[in-house]
């Protein structure tokens, strides 16, 4: 084969490498980092390629050895529900933000998984989709890293336990043995599913029209009505999260008060249907990011909202405009 047909093929497998390394390390930029070099010892390496695995193999090999590299002597990402009790709105100082390092981050389903084919199997994409939600990455970052490969590859990929031996040169023995604790330590830190959201679902398209209505419109009463009486509101960079309709919108009223009159652009983000959020005050009243917000749903009620703020990184990621006009619509460049 030559070395250009080689190379066309090595990019194919970029989209799900992209999917591997994100599950494994926990930030999409991470993960586009761990792509490229794994990109760049492949296309070094491509001529010694001898096919005696298949390219597929050779590929996750060194994105797995890449992604282990950077996992080295590093603490795990996770999101503020996992780490602090919550916060009452009142009770003093939100804090300051912490490092980027900290955070589990989120991600775009085409970035990671792609657009399903108009065949393609319910199921399997609603697996797939399940495998990038937050609370599945966030406990897969409890796991040691190379039981968390394990786990990817066997669980999620649905590869084979000698497959799974070679990519990380291991035997088959002790791969069964790494998928075995690694399911346990799994049970112990994973969180109930949430609803599989589907575009064709009337009942999920009404709660989230109205979850936006009373976004935009501030009605708190209205969003109050839509929350899990169990839900949350997070703010990664910062530990400070809320818990219940009553704090939520407590947050709201005070803290979050600047949130009044934003407006909010539809996306997909980690399996779920997200936002990004536009809150007003810029020039010529303009709308200015704010946030990407991932709407997670439980027994058709909003069980959770996760407002990333790094905007200057992740909008661009989002393909989402600098900022909005008067009337919310993307401005010109």
Same mark, same amino acid.
């Given at each position: 084969m030559r070395v250009d047909d080689l190379q066309a093929q090595i990019e194919r497998h970029r989209r799900e490498l992209t999917g591997y390394c994100y599950r494994m390390l926990g930030s999409a930029f991470e993960a586009d980092d761990a792509v490229q070099e794994t990109m760049l010892r492949a296309w070094k390496a491509v001529d010694r390629f001898e096919g005696r695995s298949s390219l597929r193999a050779w590929l996750y090999r060194i994105a797995t050895n890449v992604c282990l590299n950077a996992l080295q002597g590093r603490r795990r990402r996770a999101r503020p529900v996992d780490l602090t009790e919550p916060f009452t709105p009142g009770a003093g100082h939100v804090g300051d933000p912490?490092?980027?390092d900290r955070w589990l981050g989120p991600v775009p389903d085409d970035h990671v998984l792609g657009t399903p084919s108009a065949g393609a199997d319910p199921v399997?994409?609603?697996e797939?989709?399940?495998s990038i939600r937050l609370a599945f990455v966030a406990a897969l970052q409890h796991l040691l890293p190379r039981q968390r490969a394990v786990l990817i590859l066997r669980e999620v990929l649905r590869w084979r336990a000698a497959e799974v031996a070679?990519?990380?040169g291991t035997t088959?023995?002790?791969?069964n043995s790494s998928l075995q604790r690694a399911r346990a330590r799994l049970a112990e830190v994973a969180t109930a599913p949430t609803d599989v959201v589907s575009p064709l679902d009337p009942h999920q398209a009404d709660l989230l029209d109205r979850y936006v209505r009373a976004f935009e419109r501030y009605d708190l009463v209205l969003l109050a009505s839509l929350l899990h009486t169990e839900a949350t509101l997070s703010l990664p960079p910062y530990e400070t999260w809320m818990r219940g309709p009553s704090d939520i919108c407590d947050w709201y009223r005070g803290p979050?008060?600047?949130? !009044?009159?934003?407006? /909010?652009?539809p996306i997909v983000a980690n399996g779920s249907p997200a936002y990004g959020q536009y809150r007003p005050g810029g020039p010529d009243r303009t709308f200015e990011p704010?946030?990407? !917000?991932?709407?997670? /749903?439980v027994d058709g009620r909003i069980a959770a909202l996760n407002c990333f703020l790094d905007v200057e990184r992740l909008f661009p990621l989002f393909g989402l405009?600098?900022?909005?006009?008067?009337?919310?619509?993307?401005?010109?460049d």
């Open positions: 912490t490092a980027d399997e994409v609603a797939a989709r399940e070679d990519v990380l088959v023995a002790s791969v979050g008060i600047g949130c !009044q009159g934003s407006r /909010l652009v704010w946030a990407i !917000q991932v709407v997670e /749903l405009p600098p900022r909005l006009d008067r009337d919310g619509n993307p401005c010109p």
